[in-house]
Nanobody, 115 residues
């Protein structure tokens, strides 16, 4: 099964940008969908964005137009470019890799947006 490791979180002021990366231990061609989810304190984990093996993307309404998910097949990585960050984007961001057989999560990376 694939292992995924997130990187790129940190502290940024409102209006700023961050780029998260997710490195997979296997070829991402073998994964049906990869995505980013987030969980804020006291809230449930929620979808941020996903990208399928064919390249189609899906975004939460709250991040449309601000976040962009992309994949680098050669590096087995998926990235999340986050622009115009808001304090409500503060959360732990998790990478997920999914096939028809399993769904695996990374350990998460903290994103904190100060007002």
């Amino acid at each position: 099964q694939v292992q995924v490791v997130e990187s790129g979180g940190g502290l940024v002021q409102a209006g700023g940008s961050l780029r998260l990366s997710c490195a997979a231990s296997v070829s991402i061609f073998s994964l049906n969908v990869m995505g980013w989810y987030r969980q804020a304190p006291g809230k449930q984990r929620e979808l941020v964005a996903t990208i399928a093996s064919g390249g189609s993307t899906n975004y939460a309404d709250s991040v449309k137009g601000r976040f962009t998910i992309s994949r680098d097949n050669a590096k087995n990585m998926v990235s999340l470019q986050m622009n115009s960050l808001k304090p409500e984007d503060t959360a732990v961001y998790y990478c997920n890799a999914r096939t028809t057989s399993y769904s695996n999560w990374g350990q998460g990376t903290q994103v904190t947006v100060s007002s």
